[in-house]
């Protein structure tokens, strides 16, 4: 099971940091997703950890301005959002796979979601 919390409204600038608390998944031996949905558009892939060599892959549109973490301890996973824009507001979804993952961060390589969490930019 994964449960996102953390999502709200932030200004523009504002940074918001959102978790997804974890059950029945060791997680040190899954991959890792973050990912978003707009109304209207497909769901993006924001932070993907690959378990086999542990490098996380950010896609241009949010490097350095996004970055995901895990507490093993605590069975949860974090992802932190700065410098948060109007073009950011989404559903946010943590996801966890144990199998192949491609290069391209994307939602085909994730079996197991969250239910998401809502993530509104205004001023």
């Known amino acids: 099971q994964l449960v996102e919390s953390g999502g709200g409204l932030v200004q523009p600038g504002g940074s918001l940091r959102l978790s997804c608390a974890t059950s029945?998944?060791?997680?040190?031996?899954?991959?890792i997703g973050w990912f978003r949905q707009a109304p209207g558009k497909q769901r993006e892939g924001l932070a993907c950890?690959?378990?086999?060599?542990?490098?996380?892959y950010y896609p241009y549109s949010v490097k350095g301005r996004f970055t995901a973490s895990r507490d093993s301890a605590k069975n949860t996973l974090y992802l932190q959002l700065n410098s948060l824009k109007p073009e950011d507001p989404a559903v946010y979804y943590c996801?966890?796979?144990?199998?192949?993952?491609?290069?391209?961060?994307?939602?085909?390589?994730?079996?197991?979601w969250g239910q998401g969490t809502q993530v509104t930019v205004s001023s």
């Open positions: 950890f690959d378990s086999r060599d542990g490098s996380t």
């Open positions: 996801a966890v796979d144990n199998g192949l993952m491609d290069d391209d961060c994307s939602p085909t390589d994730f079996e197991y």
């Open positions: 029945g998944f060791t997680l040190e031996s899954f991959n």
